[in-house]
């Protein structure tokens, strides 16, 4: 719920003064970060190209050889978390909580199919391996559905993405802020994103970011660079002179104060901004309390309950050794939004809070340092993914190549050895000496012309390069077992512990991956009651899961939805505090056919060796289809039944 702003010109002004001294301080604690990673990100990409070498090869009729070892690596650890794609699903830990658990999962599963979210998580995961992170940014986007909005995710870029670099946990819990940059926007789109603050961005001045002495200059400032001079027309024709603006969104925790009333007889904790709301809401439980203790004593028609009643509402004021206010502090998630440094946009609650009490940024990190690198440390060296440490050895394995190739293409035409005028014509030799079928003719009386045998290739470089190779494998974690390549015929099954085996060098990887897809989850979750309401959760649970499960008879004998009850569940699973209290966690399940079927062999081999596993949990952990596990379960049901009279 964003709060009533305040129209004070220094306060905003101190705002903006904050926002840019803390995006100062984390831009100059990542910049070279940010360098390196480009630099890892460029290099994955293909961009090997030694500019002052390529020239001086040139100037010598070579060709520099760009052999990438790189992307093949990222896309065989892309393509196995693909494989290895898992849902989202609501485990209970109680059997009361099975039915919420299980609309809770549906939901999710439709959320993510809606917004992509598999495809955005690949995306985000490769990123990670190039640069070291990747930040994935939910937002709900109402074009479509102007009630209830569509949840959507995109990745945001982390050149333009700035964390406290105080800050060490993965999640972001221990971060006092974060900053996002979009650089590049035209007037326009500003007012597109803020259409209530045309007026601001109207008279904004200077739209972008002065960072001249941090050695660095956004987009947006050097294309402004001589437009100012000039009136802005982005609104305008074609060919008229636009501006572009710099957004800040500076994420960051606020300590506020909480009052809360704590009713100790129904266990119920209920937050208020304001103590004069608490005490309010106190009294309205207390009379009601008081009102039907004097009920039950006296009776509705007594004097003394008429006449005890009205002296206390008199006093207007209840107490109770049960319910109680007490004040504490809590940190909320605020947003403050910049034009440039200078131009104040908004200072509100974040959008997601209180039902997401974190930022709404969702990091993944490939390798990070536990602890925060001294100011006068390498913070490049903090956060980074495979590339990092990779790409020396390509750029050694191209230069080796390179040379190799020059020196057998050199050799090839190695050049003659002959007596001077001993033949009519030098060039025939230079040009066709080493051509296959060539007919070449020397002067009688001179000696024979001999082809001048080619220094070979030293040993060094087979040696050095098949080192070159092995040292790929070793830094990368990428080796032969992981690749499945080390036998030529084995089963499904070996080749799936090879590859177990094989991810063991990056497996921090994957295990980084899980807790921010984790994250996203929970987050998901938080986000129930702003995508759904209860008219869209029926459809989306289908009909014959409500009456399975909500369903009663009605007068005429017929089968109809308790509605009432239906809702009721509802509203829980739409309070994010209620959900936590009913003991709902989130776990995943296997998205990969070949992961369900492993995981289906595995649970026949237990059965056979004597593990008491139901048949029910066989069947549905078995890859038939929904309507046939159902026959063959009811026909077990059937047959259990008929054995109990017998027995």
């Known amino acids: 719920m964003a709060v009533e702003l305040i129209d004070d010109r220094n306060d905003n002004k101190d705002k903006c003064s904050k926002v840019i001294t803390d995006f100062k301080y984390a831009f100059s604690y990542w910049e070279k970060w940010g360098k390196e990673a480009l630099n890892d990100l460029q290099t994955s990409l293909g961009d090997m190209v030694d500019e002052d070498a390529k020239a001086k090869l040139n100037k010598r009729g070579i060709k520099q050889l760009v052999i990438n070892k790189i992307i093949p690596n990222i896309r065989l650890l892309g393509g196995l978390e693909v494989q290895n794609r898992t849902d989202f699903a609501v485990l209970p830990e109680g059997d009361e909580d099975s039915v919420k658990a299980e609309i809770v999962s549906r939901l999710l599963k439709n959320i993510v199919k809606r917004s992509n979210a598999d495809r955005k998580l690949s995306d985000g995961f490769e990123l990670k391996l190039s640069t070291g992170v990747s930040y994935l940014k939910p937002y709900i986007d109402y074009t479509e559905d102007l009630v209830n909005g569509n949840l959507k995710l995109k990745l945001a870029s982390p050149f333009t993405v700035f964390v406290d670099p105080d800050s060490c946990e993965l999640d972001l819990s221990d971060a006092k802020y974060v900053i996002e940059i979009t650089a590049g926007l035209s007037k326009a789109q500003v007012k597109e994103l803020f259409p209530e603050q045309e007026a601001i961005i109207d008279n904004c001045e200077n739209g972008t970011i002065n960072m001249l002495e941090q050695g660095y200059q956004t987009e947006s400032a050097k294309n402004n660079t001589d437009q100012y001079k000039n009136k802005d027309n982005s609104d305008g024709a074609s060919g008229a002179t636009k501006r572009l603006y710099d957004v800040v969104e500076y994420h960051y925790k606020k300590s506020v104060a909480k009052y809360y009333v704590i009713d100790t007889v129904s266990t119920v904790i209920t937050p208020f901004d304001s103590e004069a709301a608490a005490e309010e809401h106190l009294q309205t439980i207390l009379s009601s309390r008081y009102k039907n203790e004097m009920l039950e004593k006296f009776g509705a028609e007594s004097t003394e309950y008429l006449s005890l009643f009205d002296k206390k509402q008199k006093k207007k004021k209840y107490e109770s050794d049960t319910i109680k206010i007490i004040k504490r502090f809590t940190s909320e998630i605020w947003t403050t939004v910049l034009l440039g440094e200078d131009t104040f946009i908004k200072d509100e609650r974040c959008w997601c809070y209180p039902n997401w009490k974190s930022y709404p940024i969702i990091p993944d990190f490939a390798f990070k340092t536990p602890i925060k690198i001294p100011k006068n440390g ?270």
């Open 378 to 647: 390498k913070q490049h060296f903090a956060v980074k993914g495979i590339v990092r440490d990779v790409k020396d050895l390509n750029f050694e394995l191209n230069k080796r190549r390179t040379q190799s190739l020059h020196h057998i293409n050199s050799s090839a035409n190695s050049g003659w050895m002959m007596q001077e005028g001993a033949v009519t014509d030098e060039n025939v030799y230079r040009e066709f000496g080493s051509s296959p079928g060539v007919i070449l003719k020397y002067k009688p009386g001179k000696d024979k012309p001999t082809k001048i045998e080619p220094t070979q290739l030293s040993s060094a470089h087979e040696i050095l390069a098949k080192e070159n190779a092995q040292d790929i494998k070793e830094v990368s974690g990428i080796n032969t077992d992981l690749l499945a390549m080390n036998e030529s015929q084995a089963s499904g099954r070996a080749i799936a512990l090879r590859q177990k085996q094989g991810l063991v060098m990056v497996q921090k990887i994957f295990d980084n991956f899980a807790f921010s897809k984790q994250i996203l989850g929970r987050f998901l979750t938080s986000q129930l009651k702003e995508v759904f309401d209860i008219e869209e959760a029926k459809k989306v649970l289908g009909k014959q899961f409500l009456v399975d499960n909500f369903g009663i008879q009605n007068n005429f004998g017929q089968t109809i939805i308790d509605e009432k009850t239906f809702s009721a569940l509802m509203e829980e699973i739409f309070n994010p505090d209620e959900l936590q209290k009913f003991d709902v966690s989130l776990s995943e399940t296997p998205q990969s056919d070949t992961i369900k079927l492993a995981n289906y062999t595995t649970l026949v081999d237990l059965a056979k060796n004597g593990m008491p596993i139901p048949q029910e949990v066989l069947i549905d952990e078995s890859m038939l289809p929904k309507a046939t596990r159902e026959k063959i379960k009811a026909a077990i049901l059937q047959a259990q039944q008929a054995q109990q009279p017998q027995q």
